[in-house]
């Protein structure tokens, strides 16, 4: 048994603290979701991406309702998932508001940026690049699932992702 596991019981709900414990375990790529609403470019940096289907490419970003970027992402109905490289920890980091950096200019004054086929911000160093239009959303409690299809891609040579497991980002390299 993993030490400091928390023991379950049969039959009783599953604790907040057991859950999170068991949810950091769980070793994830870091994405910068972006979007473009207006004239301003708005992301944040998420880890809840999956794909659904390759036929039609699609995949699914959670995104917390409480975030400040969720009402652009709803009403401009694009974004783009940036699978951050090792090398961009720290624009990973600014992302996710360490600092307390939340304005969205010296967001994206961190890394370089392109856009493909929405228009959404694309971080140039991203391992992989998803630009994608919003298809559907689906409220679940605190979060919305946007499914999302994918209508521009880029993929970098040289892949090195960076992760995030045991509430702190890590590259493979750190885990062999």
């Not at 809840?48 to 970027?69: E, F, G, H, W």
């Not at 401009?76 to 996710?96: G, P, W």
Request: net charge negative; charged share 20%.
């Amino acid at each position: 048994m993993t030490k400091n596991a928390p023991t379950l019981v049969p039959n009783e709900p599953v604790s907040l603290s057991a859950y999170r414990a068991a949810m950091a375990q769980v070793a994830a790529p870091v994405h910068i979701i972006t979007t473009r609403c207006g004239e301003q470019n708005y992301g944040m940096t998420a880890t809840a991406v999956c794909s659904v289907t390759d036929t039609p490419p699609r995949l699914l970003v959670c995104i917390n309702r409480t975030a400040q970027s969720y009402e652009h992402f709803l009403t401009s109905k694009v974004l783009a998932v940036n699978t951050v490289h090792a090398v961009d920890q720290e624009v990973a980091a600014v992302f996710a508001g360490a600092g307390g950096i939340k304005d969205m200019d010296v967001r994206f004054s961190h890394g370089r940026w392109d856009v493909l086929e929405t228009g959404a911000p694309v971080l140039a160093s991203a391992i992989s690049v998803f630009d994608c239009r919003i298809t559907e959303v689906s409220r679940q409690e605190t979060h919305d699932i946007l499914l999302c299809d994918v209508v521009g891609l880029r993929v970098a040579e040289q892949p090195e992702p960076l992760l995030y497991f045991d509430r702190r980002f890590t590259t493979l390299a750190s885990q062999a």
